[in-house]
């Protein structure tokens, strides 16, 4: 869970496809499917060899720190503040 930074908001069934084509205005979050674990992803810290890889290949190499499964998906989004502006 992240706090203080509101709530996620995924953009439904939208990937760019690529690293970096990913507009510089979307948050990346890091989601478990399988215990549903959801962790902000940083694309800075992505390695320079996978800044232009596909988003399959950089899920693939997602390993879930809560339930240690490789089921990661990354969800294209934004965060939305509880004010309750969207
Ligand atoms: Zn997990």
Partial sequence: MTE???RFQAIKDWTPG????TPAHLD???ECTACGAQKEFSREKLP?????AQ????EKR???ASCGAKAGKLRFG???DEKGTK
């Fill in 4 to 6: 203080g930074m509101g």
């Fill in 18 to 21: 690529y690293m970096n084509v």
């Fill in 28 to 30: 990346i979050m890091a």
């Fill in 48 to 52: 320079s060899q996978l800044r232009h």
């Fill in 55 to 58: 988003v399959d290949d950089v």
């Fill in 62 to 64: 997602l390993k879930c």
């Fill in 78 to 80: 934004y965060f939305v």
